[in-house]
């Protein structure tokens, strides 16, 4: 992999949440970490042999130039190789207080620790072997994660899952590329040659393998960066209403008066394991005023950056010009459309089949905000419209979008190789783009990475990750 610049220094970082608590972790690590925190550590009690790898103790921090005790913690050494960055490392647990902690900080810092860059633990566990790139980036998904799904996702890829099916599709493309150099290079031995139909076999057998992972990248994104569902429709349909059932709590005002609702209102919630953000709009209608004006051209911009759009009618009432207006709105602005008909506690005069007439959507629903239960068929159809009506937990999901950018080029080049082999191409000329698919799988790993794509990586992580 190369050194990618690692720095030999030892570095100091908080490695637990900002603000106040009964405790946080302070890391340090590099070469001086042992003897960094031996110079300032006093255990509680009389010390009866020298600290150990891989022991916590109990003690005081004290500032070897004033004496004066900095703060009671416990001390854990991990050494090189068995540590998480792979080098000699400390880890302080202190009192969580900012003055405690930057305390702990400064003490290491005059003794020769500079402060850690963002994500430069996790960096150095790369660049020592510890973890590949994907599952580094495991990390910082499971640091993120909003809901039980995403983080479970995120350990299996940080098990090292989604790094084995990539190495194992790599592995077997440099095997056959081993096999085209050899057939090549030794051209009079007694060798079977790789034939052109046997080069397009094994492309399309990658092909399928790279497909079935890329079938859960939808999946995997919505996972990991939410599904922004906008609500739309005219006035008085019910929309603020549906909002606070779907949340189960009253979130926005409802009354009788149209237009009540004029800026953007959101919300979180989980639905089947994958996080939505709920975006409830202003009333789409001709506005009467700039105030209302400015409310539905937010609206309408929400509309065309939703995910999906929740496209709300009254279905106690016919459909009516501003529901048209609505429903051409939502058209031209999103393709992935649920149809909900609102209000099935009132008598009802419009049904499913009249409003699919009108526009066609994934799934026309019936709901009720005041209900128990109301939403129950929305929040399926919307589960099922994301993820097939949740999330498998076998197999593993393409939650990254760098991963599935690298895997989609490496199948445009094996599908070009393939091609090729078809046409007779000679398989040396061939082997180029399986060569460069096989460089696009080792970028997802990092077997195959320049180092500014590494430290731009690693420059999105937390500090103390």
Sequence with gaps: ???????????????????????????????????????????????????????????????????????????????????????????IGCHAGPIAVGRVIELFQRLGARPAEPGEFSKRAFLNGRLDLCQAEAICDLVRARSDEAAQAALRQLDGGLSERVRGLRDSLMGLLAEIEVTIDFPDDDLVPVTTDHAERRCEEAMRALDDLLSRAEVGRSLREGVVVAIAGRPNVGKSSLLNGLLGRQRAIVTSEPGTTRDLIEEQITLAGIPFRLVDTAGLRAASGEVEAMGVDLALRAIETADICLVVLDASMPIEAEDRRVMDQVRERCARRVGVLNKRDLPARLTAEQASAALACSAWVHTSAIEPGGTTELERALAELVAGGGISAEGELLTNARHA?????????????????????????????????????????????????????????CLGK
Excluded: C, K
């Design 1 to 91: 992999m190369g050194d990618h610049g690692l720095n030999p220094d030892t570095i100091v970082q908080r490695a637990t949440p900002a603000g106040e608590g009964g405790l946080a972790v302070v890391r340090v690590s590099g070469p001086e970490a042992r003897s960094m925190a031996e110079a300032v550590f006093r255990r509680a009690t009389a010390p009866a042999r020298p600290l150990r790898w891989r022991h916590a103790y109990y003690g005081r921090l004290v500032d070897p130039a004033s004496g004066r005790d900095v703060d009671e913690v416990v001390l854990t050494l991990y050494a090189p190789g068995a540590s998480f960055t792979g080098e000699a490392m400390a880890e």
């Design 405 to 461: 950018h690298l895997m989609r080029m490496a199948r445009a080049e094996l599908d070009s190789a393939a091609a090729a082999a078809r046409e007779g191409v000679p398989v040396d000329l061939v082997s180029i783009r399986i060569r460069a698919a096989a460089e696009h799988l080792g970028e997802i790993t990092g077997e195959t990475l320049v180092p500014e794509l590494v430290d731009r990586i690693f420059s999105t992580f």
